[in-house]
């Protein structure tokens, strides 16, 4: 796509793909057969906001998830007040097809402070909530916490802290931002890859903590922070701030494959983010390799099976 931020793409079941990015003022669902095809495939607007009060200004990163046999969607927006109206929404929906039947808003995430970028885990029978939280912080902007969840729009217990920014590559732009965490579980171990710095950053880029498969997700002590950026910035192929991303399969879901957001020139700006897709491999060591982000002048294969 030419613009869009914060792409999420997920496969389902029904061998479609299910593709969302950032559009400010609403929130629109693409359907695709193929990968490739998301960005150009039908699209339907499935939620406007009220003009005024919370909710109204300010949709970013929404995210499609299925979760007990029902659709649910979470999209960060804000009453227009800024970071201090920013809150955590989330719509369902039964129908099995999510681009039909109605999407009802069951309200606002209880977060402890105000935040975006939420996100669903679901691993071994729980859920659990992750997001990026702001607060009145002396040294930093955003930092993701972790909260289990009772249903998909409730949580309950007390919130963990998983990663601030600690690094000079979390500080650049002029803020100091841990946000959009999602997960990948592998080879007994789950993987949460975060953004970090600011979006409009040459280096956004992305971080990544480990833990064990089996241990206590909302135990901090779970999780091994990696001291370097696990994707940054390609200067020789002209991709900067690169981050915010999805994961997903290819449609014989052989390939993983990346799905993430980036600016095409130097200093671009966040209004030129472009969302990509990009297949990744394994180390030996069992941890993702993501490589370099490959310029758009750049012939690829197709995903495997399209």
Not at 6 to 33: E, I
Not at 45 to 66: D, N
Not at 274 to 296: A, C, L
Request: glycine share 10%.
């Amino acid at each position: 796509m030419e613009k869009g931020a914060d792409p999420w793409m997920y496969l389902h079941t029904d061998g479609c793909y299910y593709y969302m990015v950032t559009c400010g003022n609403r929130l629109d669902l693409h359907r695709s057969k193929v990968m490739t095809g998301a960005a150009k495939a039908p699209k339907k607007t499935v939620w406007l906001p009220p003009q005024e009060g919370p909710g109204c200004c300010e949709l970013w990163a929404p995210e499609i998830h299925f979760i007990g046999e029902k659709w649910y969607i979470y999209f960060t927006a804000s009453d227009g007040s800024g970071d201090a109206g920013r809150k955590i929404y989330v719509l369902e929906n039964d129908n099995d097809d999510p681009t039909q039947g109605e999407w009802t808003e069951k309200g606002p995430i209880p977060t402890a402070l105000p935040g975006l970028d939420g996100t669903v885990l679901q691993h071994d029978g729980k859920l659990y909530f992750m997001y990026a939280g702001y607060g009145h912080f002396p040294d930093y902007g955003s930092a993701i916490y972790a909260v289990a969840m009772v249903n998909p729009w409730t949580v309950a217990g007390p919130e963990v802290l998983l990663t601030k920014p600690e690094y000079d590559w979390e500080k650049q732009g002029g803020m100091a931002i841990n946000e959009g965490p999602c997960f990948l579980i592998r080879n007994g171990k789950v993987f949460m890859i975060y953004s970090a710095s600011t979006t409009w950053s040459d280096d956004y880029s992305l971080g990544m903590l480990t833990a064990a498969a089996d241990s206590d997700l909302l135990d901090p002590s779970s999780w091994v922070k990696s001291d370097h950026p696990v994707f940054v910035k390609c200067v020789e192929n002209g991709v900067f701030a690169p981050g915010h991303n999805s994961f997903t399969l290819s449609p014989d879901r052989t390939e993983d494959w990346i799905v993430y957001h980036a600016i095409p020139t130097s200093e671009g700006g966040a209004a030129n983010r472009q969302p990509r897709i990009q297949r990744f491999g394994w180390t030996e060591q069992g941890e993702p390799d993501f490589g370099k982000p490959v310029s758009t002048d750049t012939d690829v294969p197709v995903p495997s099976g399209e």
